[in-house]
């Protein structure tokens, strides 16, 4: 048995898993963040694209979240999978009624986002004010939060509150 040297096969793999963990900086961007180098700001706007707080039911309205770097140097965000933005709906009593990525899928791969010094992204979807399982929200209170699912401090928006009110009699319903 001359030549050959004995391995064990988890020692390697230990020794990688104690570096990524133990380094700092090696398993996440996101250490060198501190809490004023990100913030998140959302804004809800209606048909006529104007920024509003009042929705008539079933009234599609665009949900627009805008992360900025305020740092004066580059900062990478690392986010657990493909997924860079999520909308969270809660009722007046803090219930989740709606949840931008309930039900999709994302790579489940590590993705970084860098972002230059005074850096801004945004990320837009349009919903039609129903709840997790399609139907229309009731006339009532709410309140939303955008996020950009990472570790680091700022990237959720504060809460936004909004109301939904009922269907305008005078106007003719609308056609799917």
């Known amino acids: 048995m001359l030549g050959r040297t004995s391995r064990r096969p988890g ?12 380094v700092p900086g090696c398993a996440s961007g996101d250490e060198n963040v501190v809490a004023s180098d990100f913030e998140t700001r959302l804004v809800l706007k209606n048909t006529a694209g104007k ?9 599609p309205i665009t949900l627009a979240v805008t992360i900025r770097n305020r740092s004066e140097a580059e900062r990478t965000l690392t986010l657990p999978s493909s997924q860079t933005y999520d909308w969270i709906i809660l009722s007046g009593k803090n219930k989740e009624v709606w949840r931008w990525s309930a ?38 209170d709410y309140h939303v ?7 680091a401090p700022g990237l959720r928006s504060g809460p936004v509150a909004f109301s939904v009110r009922p269907p305008d009699a005078t106007k003719p319903p609308r056609a799917n």
């Open 145 to 151: 939060v955008g996020l950009v699912p990472g570790r």
């Open 51 to 59: 920024e509003s707080i009042e929705f008539q039911s079933r009234e």
């Open 11 to 22: 020692v390697s793999f230990g020794i990688l898993l104690w570096l990524l963990l133990a």
């Open 103 to 140: 039900g999709r899928m994302f790579a489940q791969v590590i993705t970084e986002l860098t972002f230059a010094p005074g850096e801004s992204r945004s990320f837009t979807t349009t919903w039609n004010l129903t709840d997790g399982k399609g139907a229309p929200l009731p006339p009532g």
